[in-house]
């Protein structure tokens, strides 16, 4: 046999090694070798969290498909208690002990159409599934900066007591590893704080002024 066709055979081996690993795909695409990986049932969000739906049924208490993913949330197989999440376009993650979801309601009277839960509103919550901060309607949206620092609008939040930060209207801000940098050059709504650059730790959520605007 010539040096090149062993080389070939050899390689065609190795690739042949590589296919039979769960979940390989060929450089071609199509379908995976071997048997494929088991998809996770539920909606993992970290840290050993996850969403799992609930069972739900109509007014005369008839089984109800549950194609909202309506969900409560779970920690290492343990409900952590009876709130309604789904998992929005952003967060969904668990972060420094926070994550973004959005938040149902149950509506009375029941509605079929809604399945008797009203619009979503997003929120930050705990691990130990408490909100910690919310929007104020269903187009309001709070970020997790990072730390235990949340805000919403022009304010920012202490996540862990719910208090409020600091407010700057038309201002900027520069997000870092540890701190949030608050470029607060125009007083044109609110003149209680006075111009210039705040620094926010994240996680004291403490400020300070750190210098004038220039």
């Known amino acids: 046999m010539k040096k090149k066709d062993i080389q070939t055979l050899n390689a065609l081996n190795a690739y042949m090694e590589m ?16 048997e494929p ?13 996850e969403l799992r739906p609930i069972e739900m049924v109509d007014a005369q208490g008839n089984p109800v498909e549950n194609r ?26 668990f ?18 159409k809604s399945h008797g839960f009203d619009f979503g509103i997003h929120v930050i919550i705990n691990k130990l599934g408490d909100i910690c901060l919310s929007g104020t309607g269903i187009s309001s949206y709070p970020s997790h900066c990072g730390g235990n620092l949340g805000k919403l609008k ?17 201002s900027g801000s520069t997000d870092g590893k540890n701190y949030i940098f608050v ?10 704080l006075p111009l210039g650059i705040y620094r ?14 220039k």
């Open 200 to 213: 926010i730790d994240k996680r004291t959520c403490e400020y300070e002024k750190v210098d004038d605007t």
């Open 19 to 34: 296919a039979a690993q769960p979940g390989f795909r060929s450089i071609f695409g199509g379908m995976p070798f071997g």
């Open 95 to 112: 972060k420094d002990g926070y994550c973004a979801l959005i938040h149902y309601v149950q509506k009375k009277p029941h509605t079929e």
């Open 183 to 192: 470029d607060h050059r125009y007083d044109w709504y609110d003149k209680s």
């Open 37 to 49: 990986e088991e998809k996770h049932p539920y909606e993992r969000l970290g840290d050993g969290y």
């Open 68 to 93: 909202e993913k309506y969900s409560h949330l779970y920690w290492e197989g343990s409900k952590v208690c009876d709130l309604v999440f789904r998992k929005g376009g952003m967060g969904g993650i």
């Open 154 to 170: 022009d304010t920012y939040y202490n996540l862990c007591t719910g208090e409020e930060v600091l407010t700057c209207s038309s």
